[in-house]
């Protein structure tokens, strides 16, 4: 089964992915790829604790995401994957990950990051990796809980 | 045993802990040493920051406990993540008006320690389907 959700989110597992996409997707695994989280598993235990009862929850580095195992692991459940910013999964797409979508649900507020919407925030740096996934055929619309409309998270003369 | 009266700070989704506080002051009257951590346009980091930065602004050595409303969401993760800051910080999922005002009710003539369990206990009692 294809991935059913690519999001970025840098509140990761928490209750707009669980009750608001992860139960009408009937999701079975919630992968989250980080180097940093994998690096850290106190850490990322932490996190894995909101995954939902009747789901598995991992941890994984990029470059177990690029392995057959994760590709394997994943195409065998309702997946879905989390990244915390735009660099990683424009790094897997870059290294031939396939990524139809990627679902921008939460950039919050940081130094330097100016507001498109209220659950996102970006800079020149995040702008230029959302231009540099389009272009590699990554669809990044911004959308918090699914029920609410889609937006382009950085329109053409959007600024900076 | 009034000096050793506890804080409050509610870590919420949007402005549910402000309501929350706003209508237990309703019942109880107004309360001091309380505070309120909301969610709203932080990262998961952020919140962490926030809910350490409203610890840390109370008086020091005041114990205090942390209410946050969803377990498996990002402020019961705050709540988990965020430091102590040198006094003692008991946490509480699931926060709900009666848990709340067994809370504001006693604390200060109760120990922490008897507290924690009777608001849990009222907060489960609350609820109740038919």
Known sequence: ???????????????????????????????????????DPERAELFLF???????????????????????????????LLFTDLATPLRLVERGFA????????????????????????????REKLRALAARGVRAPARDPPANAEHNPAPRGGGT | MDDLRPAAVLVTHGVLGTELVRTVERILGPQTDVAVVSNDGLSADGLVA???????????????????????????????????SGRVVRRITGANLPMLLEFFHYRGTIPLDDLLPRMETKGRAGIVSS
């Open chain 1, 1 to 39: 089964m294809p991935i059913l959700l690519a999001r970025v989110d840098d509140r990761l597992i928490h209750g707009q992915v669980v009750h608001g996409w992860g139960r009408p997707l009937e999701a079975t695994l919630f992968a989250i790829v980080s180097d940093e989280l994998h690096a």
């Open chain 1, 50 to 80: 909101a995954v939902p009862e009747g789901a598995r929850g991992i941890v994984v580095s990029v470059e177990e995401a690029l392995a057959p195992a994760f590709h394997a692991d994943v195409e065998s459940h309702r997946s879905v």
């Open chain 1, 99 to 126: 990524l139809e979508a990627l679902n921008v649900g939460g950039l919050h507020h940081a130094e330097g990051k100016r507001e498109v919407l209220p659950y996102v925030f970006l800079d020149a740096a995040d």
């Open chain 2, 50 to 84: 926030a809910l350490e930065a409203s610890l840390d602004s109370l008086v020091p050595g005041q114990a205090a406990v942390v209410f946050s409303d969803l377990a498996a969401g990002s402020c019961g993760l705050a709540a988990r993540r965020a430091g102590a």
